[in-house]
Structures are given as structure tokens and as C-alpha cells.
């Protein structure tokens, strides 16, 4: 038997080419399968994660949340312990809650013309998506800023590379920033779609969107609240931001009249804006979740709670007027609010030792 050569090379055969299998192609989440996303904004006191068990209790199946307190500079370390986003991310999907939306902080200011406090709010920004990724959050929604002084703009090119500057470094992956409309109170930027148009164009290669929040829509002067008048600012709407990047609406009604240029939410159907105004708008072809509209479009309300129960009649409002009944609608805790009832002080009577007569002194 011949013996094999040394140093002889055995044919390639392609067939033995490693290769790796190709990542699967995630599936697309459950919140976008094009049917009504409501919900409402709540409260992270005491335990971030339990913000998602008030949005259930309330009947909703989306929500919007701070990641950290909204009315304060942040004290040392803001990031989330990755124990708690990790506990955050498992109870939301245990409960089947989307989109889920963070605000952020009231405070900051892209536009400000002080460099210290743009600054500032420059990397208060940068922490909200580093927290808003941790939380695997889907939308991250900020307010444009002021331009206290300043041009508009001027304002508008120190927002967007305020945005720029503050996203570097960051690995968004679906995480979206979404630009929120105001109502025009002060040097507010951003009451005019193509203020808000202008700011999107500016950011570059920036994941971006926008929020249209219907109180500060009225208050700047469009009017929603008739069936032409909500035509024509759909029309404007689409003609500036374009209808395909709203993919949320702040629902809220307003008491302040149309053009007032001050920012008053108010409950739903109780505002000047009006029930039938909002069910015109929720049922909108193009405002809506369905074939003319965005999937996974939510429905957002930032309404006040005056008394124990608002939020949860709220929420059941809109569900109402999209038609959506109690039984098809997710289920809502009988009697949860986020605020909770006054106890009345009881008034205890309190005894007086009794009177006693006087010992009569010996004599």
C-alpha cells in the first residue's frame, strides 16, 4: 500500500466552511400588532416598577413615566441600579405594557443661552437616555426649551446639537426621542410644527419623532376642536412634521381657550376642547393606530387628578370613545387611584377630669 505524501493538501471543499448561524431577526413587539394603545402617566415614588402595576390597575395598556425626579438637578449618581431596570423590564413584560414613554426632566433647557446651564442640561439629557435605555424604554419625550432671549433660530440650532451632544456615546437600539409641540407660554420654542420640523432636521442621523400633545396644540392656536379646524391642522401637521413621525399623543383636554398660550391641562371632555373633539381625533384614520395611521401609535394622558379615581375615569373615557368596551378593555382595579382618599380627622371629645369640690379647710 502506497503511503500518503508528506506534506500533501487535501482538496477545499467549501461544504467544510464553518459558518456561524445568522442572528435571528427579533420579533417585532406585541404592542405594535395595530390595536389601541392607551395610557396614562404614573407615578414612580417609592418603587420605579411599581408605575407599571398603577398603569394596569388603571385600565391602560401603555404608559408614560419620569425616570428620576422632574423638578430637580440630580444629586450624585442618576443612573438605575441594574437590578431594579432588570426587575423594571421583566414586570413589563409580565403585565404586556406598551409603548412605554419617559419624560423628561422639567428642567432642562437645550436652548438656554447661559453656557453653565446648558450644559447642565445638556448631560441631565444624556443621563435620561442612559436610564430611559436601562429601563428598555421606547420613547423618550423632551420638551424643546426657551429661548430666554435668544433668537428662535438660534434656539432651534442649540436644541438639536444639544440632542446630538448628549446622545454621543450612547447605544440607543430602539429607543426613540420623540420632540413634544408646547403651547407657546413665554419664549417657549416649539409652538409651531415647523419649529418642531426645523429642530428634526438639525439632528443629524438622530433616531427622532414627535409628541403631539392636543392641550398645547389648542393653546398655541390650532383649532382641534372643530371637525374643519382639526382637518386643517391635520393638514398642516402632515404638510411640516409629516403624520409617519407622531408616534404619540398626549391626550389632554385644556381650560384655557384656544390661542391662550398657556399651558392648563384639564380632564377629558371638560376642557374647551370638548368629548366630541376627542373622539373625533382618537378615531381618526390618520391619528389612529390602524392602516392610515402608525402602529404602536399611544395615546397618552397627562390629566389631572383632582379627586380619588380621575385618572382611572379617565382612562375609561378614552377607552369609551374608541368604542372599546369594559369587557374588551383591560381590566381596571374597582377603586384604585393613584391618589389616595383624605381620612377625615375624627373629632375626639376630650374628657375634663370631673370637679371636685374643694376640701374645707380646718380650722
Same mark, same amino acid.
Given at each position: ?24 431577526? !427579533? ?61 423594571? #423590564? ?10 412605554? /414613554?419617559?419624560?423628561? =426632566? ?5 436652548? &438656554? !443661552? ?15 437616555? /442612559? ?5 428598555? $424604554? ?8 426657551? &429661548? ?14 444639544? %440632542?446630538?451632544? $448628549? ?13 413634544? =409641540? ?27 419623532? /414627535? &409628541? %403631539? ?21 391635520? $393638514? ?20 384655557? !381657550?384656544?390661542?391662550? *398660550? ?17 373622539? #373625533?381625533?382618537? =378615531? ?22 383632582? *379627586? !380619588? ?12 370613545? /374608541? ?5 374588551? $378593555? ?34
Amino acid at each position: 500500500m502506497a503511503e500518503p505524501l508528506i506534506g500533501a493538501q487535501a482538496a477545499y471543499d467549501a461544504s467544510d466552511e464553518y459558518r456561524p448561524e445568522p442572528e435571528p431577526i !427579533p420579533e417585532p413587539p406585541a404592542w405594535l400588532d395595530g390595536s389601541f394603545r392607551i395610557g396614562i402617566h404614573t407615578s414612580i415614588a417609592g418603587d420605579i416598577a411599581a408605575a407599571l402595576d398603577s398603569a394596569a390597575k388603571l385600565g391602560a395598556n401603555a404608559l408614560q413615566i419620569f425616570s428620576a425626579s422632574p423638578r430637580m438637578w440630580p444629586r450624585g449618581g442618576s443612573r438605575i441600579a441594574e437590578a431594579d431596570a432588570a426587575r423594571f #423590564r421583566a414586570r413589563r413584560s409580565e403585565l404586556g405594557l406598551g409603548p412605554l /414613554v419617559i419624560h423628561d =426632566n422639567y428642567l432642562i433647557n437645550l436652548a &438656554c !443661552p447661559d453656557r453653565v446651564m446648558r450644559a447642565k442640561s445638556i448631560q441631565a439629557f444624556h443621563d435620561e437616555l /442612559v436610564r430611559a435605555v436601562a429601563l428598555g $424604554a421606547d420613547f423618550l419625550v423632551a420638551h424643546p426649551g426657551a &429661548c430666554l432671549g435668544s433668537e428662535k433660530a438660534q434656539a432651534i440650532g442649540e436644541i438639536a446639537q444639544g %440632542l446630538r451632544q $448628549a446622545a454621543r456615546g450612547v447605544k440607543l437600539g430602539s429607543l426613540r426621542i420623540l420632540i413634544e =409641540n408646547t403651547s407657546g407660554m413665554g419664549s417657549a420654542v416649539g409652538a409651531r410644527f415647523d419649529e418642531v420640523r426645523a429642530i428634526l432636521d438639525h439632528t443629524g442621523d438622530l433616531p427622532m419623532g /414627535v &409628541c %403631539l400633545d392636543t392641550a398645547h396644540t389648542y393653546e398655541a392656536g390650532y383649532d382641534i376642536a372643530t371637525e374643519s379646524g382639526l382637518e386643517a391642522t391635520i $393638514a398642516a401637521l402632515d404638510r411640516t412634521i409629516r403624520l409617519d413621525r407622531i408616534y404619540v399623543l398626549h391626550i389632554n383636554d385644556s381650560k384655557t !381657550p384656544r390661542g391662550s *398660550r398657556v399651558d392648563r391641562h384639564e380632564h377629558i371632555g371638560r376642557g374647551k376642547i370638548g368629548l366630541e373633539a376627542f373622539r #373625533r381625533i382618537l =378615531n381618526h384614520p390618520r391619528l389612529g393606530p390602524g392602516m392610515h395611521g402608525v402602529p404602536g401609535r399611544a395615546f397618552i394622558l397627562e390629566t389631572p387628578i383632582d *379627586r !380619588p379615581g380621575d385618572d382611572r375615569r379617565n382612562v375609561r373615557a378614552l377607552w369609551d370613545l /374608541v368604542g372599546v368596551s369594559v369587557k374588551q $378593555a383591560p381590566g381596571a382595579q374597582s377603586g384604585f387611584s393613584m391618589r389616595k382618599a383624605k381620612k377625615r380627622a375624627s373629632k375626639r371629645r376630650t374628657k375634663r377630669p370631673p370637679i371636685r369640690a374643694k376640701a374645707k379647710r380646718k380650722l
